[in-house]
């Protein structure tokens, strides 16, 4: 694999949330906040502004399906909503994998690097010159496998994202076993399903041995995430 980072991101550039707007309402957008938050204190040793909370409930609204960017630097912050691509969520994709440093966690403004690695690859799945799993450019990566839900750690290297955190909550919620541990290309090789989770195309798949069972299981993870995210989410799942 080809080694992919370039240049090492400016922070000074900003943090950023992308949520789902869902019916006139940003969906889970007090996780996307709590996130926001720390990075604003870890980052520049500030908290978020007043009045937050109303101007993106503002902006959301009227707005049937759509993806609200929120950017936040030093000089105050800008929301811009578009709408969003039913088709783009739930889908069927293909990654590939390319050697590079991790994300971290936060997210970001510069995205340089990761627009690089984009204009060549598609779907890159960013692993380590060791073969570690780390997360794609735009999703957290899980991997089923017998019936187990495994999705590498919060170890500072990858984002935690809130879809994330969605999915490990119903996957527990069905009672399926779930580990958060360092994943590698082998593991990789040898998985039935990926998901990839992302706070706008919710949770895509790459289907690389299924079995009945993990198609079963995934559909279901799948629905439960969908309602999870409204009316609007659900009817835009495959059927």
Partial sequence: MEWAREPTPDPARGIFETVLVVDGKPVLWERHRER?????????????????D??????A?????????????RDGHTIAVRAV?????????EITPVASEPHGPHKLSDRRWLERIEARVQRPLLVSGAGTLWETSRANVF??????????PLDGAILPGVMRGVLLAEAAALG?????????????????IVLLTNS???????????TAASAALVERLTDRLSQHCGRRAAHARPR
């Fill in 36 to 52: 926001l938050a720390a990075s604003a204190t870890a980052l520049y040793g500030v908290s978020l502004p007043a009045g937050i």
């Fill in 54 to 59: 109303r101007a993106v409930a503002e902006a």
């Fill in 61 to 73: 609204r009227g707005h049937g399906l759509a993806r609200l960017r929120l950017d936040l630097g």
């Fill in 85 to 93: 691509d039913p088709g783009g969520m739930f889908a069927e994709v």
């Fill in 143 to 152: 991997l089923l496998r017998d019936g187990v839900l495994a999705t590498p």
């Fill in 176 to 192: 399926v076993e779930t580990r958060e541990q360092r994943l590698t290309l082998e593991d990789l090789g040898d998985a039935e």
């Fill in 200 to 210: 706008i195309r919710l949770a895509e798949r790459s289907t690389l041995r299924p």
